[in-house]
Structures are given as structure tokens and as C-alpha cells.
């Protein structure tokens, strides 16, 4: 039995299987791993396959039929993106001769009814994620600033979180969006952002893994 399962970017069929990895202790690369363009990171040990849409559709091309995949899973299907609007039309097409193959497509704000007639009326799970309230503040200071100015704009940041009651990091986890990583490492590296005991990292494209900065 394999099972592949498509992302559509590379970035993320990298760190989900770092992920589901991780989490049933196995070797990245044996029993789960990924395959991206220019990177294979599988084995003939591997059962879980994380891979681009793109790398899918190659396979069908030495492979139309897929015959080495019990399970097959789109995810982030409500992307739509061309690779994964294709794949739909293939699988739809050999899942009528090959009643043994699974087909599984996830999402989490797809038009479910369309898609479910689309597949000869396939059936529709639907399962409850979890959800925690988010509270968005806004900064009267718009536009970009240099290192410094940004320093100075995160500390007055966090300083503002604290008094309505949310003390970082201690209790709460936080996550910084910048434009590049090296933008990334900039802020953890202002004085008072890194607290004791707490750990901190950066991650972006092409990092297989959460590296300090």
C-alpha cells in the first residue's frame, strides 16, 4: 500500500512531511517522505509520499493508470491551481477502472456539492477543525522603516500587547511575518524581542526545517 499526497507548493509538501515524520517517529526519507522538483527524498521503505501536483502529473506520464498508489490525496484543493484542476480530470478518468484506488480531495473552503458531483457523487466528510479566537490590532505607523525603526516598532508593539493583558513570550507563542528571511532574522536579533528559555526560529522557502537565526 502507498499513499501520495499532493500540495500544492513545494515549500509545503516538504514541511508536512518533516511533520508527519516527526510526529510517528520515523526517518525523513524511509517509511514518509517527499518528492519535489529537482529533490527526492523517498525510498523503496516509503509508504506516505508528500509531493508537488506537478510532480503527480509527471508520474502519470510513465505511469497513466498510477498503479503504484493505493491512496491518493489532493490537498489545498480549493487552490485550483492548473496542475490540480488536470489531476482532477485524470483520477476522475482511471478511478473508474481501478475501483481499488482511494481518491481523497481535501480542503478546507471547497464547493463541496460541485466537487462531489463532479466525482460521480462521492461522498462528503466533513471534519471539524479546531479553531482560537484571534484579536487583530492595528499600528498607526504605515510603511517600511529601517532596522532600527522596525526594532523600535516591535518593542512598542510588544509593549502594547502587554498591558491589555498578553504577556510575550512567556505565555504565548508569537510569529513575525517578514518579507525575506534575512528581514526574519533582523527582528529576533532586536534587543528585548528574545526572552530567556524561550525558544525562538525562522523559517522560509527552501528551509527543510526550523533553523535558529
Not at 75 to 104: N, Q, Y
Not at 186 to 195: A, F, T
Amino acid at each position: 500500500m502507498k499513499i501520495g499526497c499532493t500540495q500544492p507548493r513545494r515549500v509545503a509538501a516538504m514541511s508536512v512531511a518533516a511533520r508527519v515524520a516527526q510526529e510517528i517517529g520515523v526517518k525523513l526519507g524511509n517509511e514518509v517522505g517527499y518528492s519535489i522538483r529537482f529533490e527526492d527524498c523517498t525510498s523503496e521503505r516509503t509508504v506516505l509520499k508528500y509531493m508537488t501536483d506537478g510532480m503527480l502529473l509527471r508520474e502519470f506520464l510513465t505511469e497513466p493508470d498510477l498503479a503504484g498508489y493505493s491512496v491518493v490525496i489532493i490537498d489545498e484543493a480549493h487552490e485550483r491551481t492548473l496542475h490540480t484542476d488536470i489531476l482532477f480530470g485524470l483520477i476522475k478518468d482511471i478511478s473508474r477502472f481501478r475501483p481499488d484506488l482511494k481518491v481523497l480531495i481535501a480542503s478546507a473552503t471547497l464547493d463541496t456539492e460541485k466537487f462531489s458531483t463532479f466525482f460521480d457523487e462521492a461522498p462528503i466528510f466533513r471534519i471539524p477543525g479546531r479553531r482560537f479566537p484571534v484579536d487583530i490590532y492595528y499600528t498607526k505607523v504605515p510603511g517600511s522603516l529601517g532596522d532600527e525603526q522596525n526594532c523600535a516598532r516591535l518593542m512598542t508593539v510588544l509593549g502594547s500587547l502587554e498591558r491589555v493583558g498578553i504577556r510575550w513570550p512567556q505565555k504565548h507563542a508569537g510569529r513575525l511575518f517578514a518579507n525575506t528571511v534575512r528581514h526574519g532574522s533582523r527582528l529576533l536579533n532586536c534587543g528585548g524581542v528574545h526572552r530567556p528559555g524561550v525558544g525562538r526560529g525562522c523559517q522560509g522557502p527552501g528551509v527543510r526545517a526550523e533553523e535558529n537565526c
